[in-house]
Nanobody
Framework: VQLQASGGGLVQAGDSLRLSCAAS????????MGWFRQAPGKEREFVAA????????DYADSVEGRFTISRDNAKNTAYLQMNSLTPEDTAVYYCAASFRVPLSTDVLEYGYWGQGTQVTVSS
């Protein structure tokens, strides 16, 4: 499966952004989807994940209550709605797909990755 992330940009603290991850190729509706991020000098970290049906989700503590992951299997697209952004959310955001597990926070469980989209939040 090929993944294309988009929707990043430069915003101010308190603003919102919605990231999209468009998938093509292997059956998207059978994949668990995840969003991860990587800030300069830091390791890639888990942000949010959603099961193939959308019935289960998981979030990092740092984004719980501010970010919402969703998917539209008819459009082969996953989303990450980000509200109340802070400068600490600044990073490159990656979407990823896993056909191995129904839901995971572990970067190693995801075998397919998008190219990343930059999110910069100014104070």
């Amino acid at each position: 499966v090929q993944l294309q992330a988009s929707g990043g940009g430069l915003v101010q603290a308190g603003d919102s952004l919605r990231l999209s991850c468009a998938a093509s190729g292997r059956t998207f509706s059978r994949a668990a989807m995840g969003w991860f991020r990587q800030a300069p000098g830091k390791e890639r970290e888990f942000v949010a994940a959603i099961s193939w049906s959308g019935g289960s989700t998981d979030y990092a503590d740092s984004v719980e209550g501010r970010f919402t992951i969703s998917r539209d299997n008819a459009k082969n697209t996953a989303y990450l709605q980000m509200n109340s952004l802070t400068p600490e959310d600044t990073a490159v955001y990656y979407c990823a797909a896993s056909f191995r597990v129904p839901l995971s926070t572990d970067v190693l469980e995801y075998g397919y990755w998008g190219q990343g989209t930059q999110v910069t939040v100014s104070s």
